[in-house]
């Protein structure tokens, strides 16, 4: 008996996610998803597709647009990635699962860039919503005029409901003594602001967040180079492959296909490939429906699905 509770102690601490394993939230900061759909949700606007028609009678709570949390709870201090139109929900989750009796809203918020699903969340802290005090918004030079220079982003800055703080490019901010976080600029339709993805650094894991970019060729950095220096890679899996794209002209939306992706990472050792994330699913995207069969192909090859609620120490 002896022998075989050893084997299942031994099986249990081999299969379960590295990052549960031996830590705790209430002493280890750590990353919680609270969204993984790109900018227009599901159901989307105007689909009639199968992949909404039941969605629009019967909602999925889980369909978030894209966002992770930060919480640190040696510091209690908490922060979101992104505010996204599920802002309100996403930041109610964020303080729900922080360890402590935390405030309603989070101790800043980083934005990668100027398109709809990444930063119109800041609407709520308006004073037609929650009429907040100076928050803490992270955001790169023309993320930051652009906000301060357009209605309605501008009435937050004038009233004082956000206050902006500049990222440089490949800078890191210490934003408490064990979290760091560093922007870096990536390719994508720059119409208003830069894009960027960020280096999440904790005081024993780090992670990627990419949510938006154009192919990985367009990139200065070589993509398997940056997930090989980081623990946890959340990366743009907006589209599977060109064949759900059928009204649109794909060289105005040009993501790295989940296909192409898996067939750029497919010689990495299975635990490169553990680390990667795919998030940011368009609602056409079979992926984002777990029990399909292309959502198993994807997990079957070694890599995994962003899942709401996910937890990943750092």
């Known amino acids: 008996m002896t022998f075989l509770y050893f084997l299942i102690i031994l099986c249990i601490i081999t299969f379960s996610p590295a990052e549960t394993v ?14 993984t759909v790109q900018d227009g949700g599901s159901p989307h606007i105007g689909c009639t597709k199968e992949c909404c028609k039941e969605l629009f009678s019967h909602p999925d709570p889980t369909r978030k647009v894209v966002s992770l949390g930060l919480i640190d709870p040696v510091n209690k201090k908490n922060y ?47 004073k037609e919503a929650v009429n907040a005090n100076l928050i803490p918004v992270y955001a790169m030079p023309r993320m930051k005029t652009f906000l301060e220079n357009n209605g309605p982003w501008s009435q ?45 650094t904790g005081p024993h894991k780090s992670a990627l ?29 907006t589209f ?14 040009p993501h790295p296909f989940i296909i192409e992706s898996m067939a750029l990472f497919k010689d990495l050792q299975a635990t490169e490939k553990a680390k990667i994330r795919f998030i940011h699913f368009n609602h056409t995207n079979p992926a984002l429906d777990a029990s399909s069969m292309k959502a198993q192909d994807v997990q079957e090859k070694g890599f995994k699905l ?8 750092l």
């Open 240 to 253: 599977f492959d060109g064949e759900e794209i059928n009204n649109r002209d794909i060289s105005e939306i």
């Open 22 to 35: 031996a830590q705790n939230v209430e002493d280890t900061p750590f990353l919680i998803v609270l969204g």
């Open 306 to 313: 962003a899942t709401i609620a996910d937890v990943f120490m």
């Open 209 to 237: 967040f990419i949510p938006d970019i154009d192919k990985w060729n367009r990139w200065d950095k070589n993509i398997i180079e940056e997930i090989g220096k980081v623990d946890f890679a959340f990366i743009d899996a």
């Open 156 to 200: 937050l800055v004038n009233i004082e409901n956000i206050t902006i703080k500049e990222l440089q490019n490949e800078q890191p901010v210490s934003i408490t003594s064990l979290l760091k976080v560093t922007p870096f600029r990536v390719p994508h339709r720059d119409e208003y602001s830069e894009t960027i993805g960020f280096k999440i």
């Open 80 to 126: 979101i990635f992104e505010a996204t139109p599920d802002f309100t929900t996403q930041v109610k989750e964020l303080k729900n699962h922080s360890p402590w009796q935390a405030k309603e809203l989070p101790d800043g918020i980083f934005l990668t860039h100027a398109h709809i699903g990444h930063y119109t969340g800041l609407m709520y802290l308006g």
